[in-house]
């Protein structure tokens, strides 16, 4: 199971860090990441990060959003950073182990 906060509305340029919990005891060896998706757009992925910590990002969040985990807590989270009206959709946190889990979203509104 996959619980997602830390949305909310907030200004361009401004931030945010959301959060995602895991429960069970594969988190520390899943590929976790992080997808969003706008209305009428599918949804795309916007950061993972892999069981040894390596990382992937869109093209249109580097250097603006930094993913990481904490395996202890069994958490994801992103870091995001100078929003911009674009990013605005609903944020869903993703863990692949042998199967894709998904966690319900938490909408993600910049105002412009």
């Known amino acids: 199971q996959l619980q997602a906060s830390g949305g909310g509305l907030v200004q361009a340029g401004g931030s945010l860090r959301l959060s995602c919990a895991a429960s069970?005891?594969?988190?520390?060896?899943?590929?976790v990441g992080w997808y969003r998706q706008a209305p009428g757009k599918q949804r795309e992925l916007v950061a993972r990060?892999?069981?040894?910590?390596?990382?992937t990002y869109a093209d249109f969040v580097k250097g603006r959003f930094t993913i990481s985990r904490d395996n202890i807590k069994k958490t994801l989270y992103l870091e995001m950073t100078g929003l911009k009206p674009e990013d605005t959709a609903v944020y869903f946190c993703?863990?692949?182990?042998?199967?894709?889990?998904w966690g319900r979203g938490t909408q993600v509104t910049v105002s412009s």
């Open positions: 993703n863990l692949y182990y042998r199967y894709d889990f």
């Open positions: 069970g005891s594969m988190f520390r060896v899943s590929k």
């Open positions: 990060i892999l069981s040894d910590h390596t990382t």
